[in-house]
């Protein structure tokens, strides 16, 4: 093995172990890092650290983009498993595979869902894992509408869209879904937002002395009213 080699693997071995301490961090402070802090709990001078991540910000942009890849593998990985033409069950086993991974890493669904980071705006670099799961849903659109088991809503069925939202969503449409027309997008994307938002209830405590011991078979609901709505069979 080369110097070269060997110094690039203990650059990447320091590297994860950093995070890993921040990641412990997340869960007692917060996403208030401290590179000191992360620094004395590995034994090195705080100027070391700083070497492989120049800032704050540098260090939660890596635990954000960790996080976000995590979640959305987690997300894939339960979705890849079913048939690709059951859509419902495909629809419901990303969403479970969402919740499952929130449930296991709470700071770290904090930390990419929750409030904003004083102070800190998050680089082009997070924009690809961050829409890792949302790219599920809307494959599972244009699959269902390549099938035909996807219908459009009828007109008049939903509340018209503005001028100014139907240009979003068909900006959305040509990066993204071309086949989906804006009307179907529409409904996936509340779908999208009511997974996360029942999620997010869950984890931040809004459920207490409402729904304790259904709390998933709640979400597996929701997930079913959603699909519904999409038309997702």
Known sequence: MTAKSIRARVRDELTSEIKAIARRQLATEGANLSLRAVA??????SSAVYRYFPSRDDLLTALIIDCYDELGAAAETAESAV???????RWLAAGHGI??????NPAEYALIYGSPVPGYQAPRTTIGPAART???ILTLLADGVAAGTVAVPAAGTDPPLSPLLAAELDRIAALACPTVPRE??????TAW????GVV???????FQNMIEEGRRDFFDRQ???MAAYVGLR
Do not use: P
């Open 83 to 89: 048939d690709r033409a059951d859509l419902l069950g």
């Open 223 to 225: 997930l079913r009213v």
């Open 40 to 45: 004395r709990e590995l034994g090195m001078v």
């Open 200 to 206: 997010t209830f869950e984890l931040f405590g809004r």
């Open 193 to 196: 937002i009511q997974l996360f």
């Open 134 to 136: 949302t790219d599920l």
């Open 99 to 104: 919740r499952d991974w929130a449930l296991a």
């Open 184 to 189: 179907l997008l529409s409904r996936g994307t």
